[in-house]
């Protein structure tokens, strides 16, 4: 089971980015997938989550990327993307991707690392000003 993300850079403010999360080992359309950041010296951040696919398809984003970020999977590709708009130099991180298919009780548990059982390396995000 492995989680590839890719497509970080170096970009300008207001530029924009897209992000993919590959899996392989897994049928990635049984798993949820959130998108986190980490910045220097700072805590792993929620960013966006995507639903299971068997179960609909629901989104839901951190309010500091609502409107400017947007989630979406290509299940017969077996990838979830980040498509990053807009973008700003407080948008400088590492990037992770993380996948898990238990079941929570908590309606917010996909905000909480702790949640998810695979992750990926993580992709670097420069903006520049």
């Known amino acids: 089971v492995q989680l590839q993300a890719s497509g970080g850079g170096l970009v300008q403010a207001g530029g924009s980015l897209r992000l993919s999360c590959a899996a392989s080992?897994?049928?990635?359309?049984?798993?949820?997938v959130g998108w986190f950041r980490q910045a220097p010296g700072k805590e792993r951040e929620f960013l966006a989550h995507i639903s299971r696919s068997w179960s609909g398809i629901s989104t839901y984003y951190a309010d500091s990327v609502k409107g400017r970020f947007t989630i979406s999977r290509d299940n017969a590709k077996n990838t979830v993307y980040l498509q990053m708009n807009s973008l700003e130099p407080e948008d400088t991180a590492v990037y992770y991707c993380?996948?898990?298919?238990?079941?929570?009780?908590?309606?917010?548990?996909?905000?909480?690392?702790?949640?998810?059982?695979?992750w990926g390396q993580g992709t670097q995000v420069t903006v520049s000003s």
């Open positions: 080992g897994f049928t990635f359309s049984h798993y949820d």
């Open positions: 993380a996948a898990d298919r238990d079941l929570h009780l908590d309606n917010n548990w996909y905000r909480n690392t702790n949640n998810y059982n695979y």
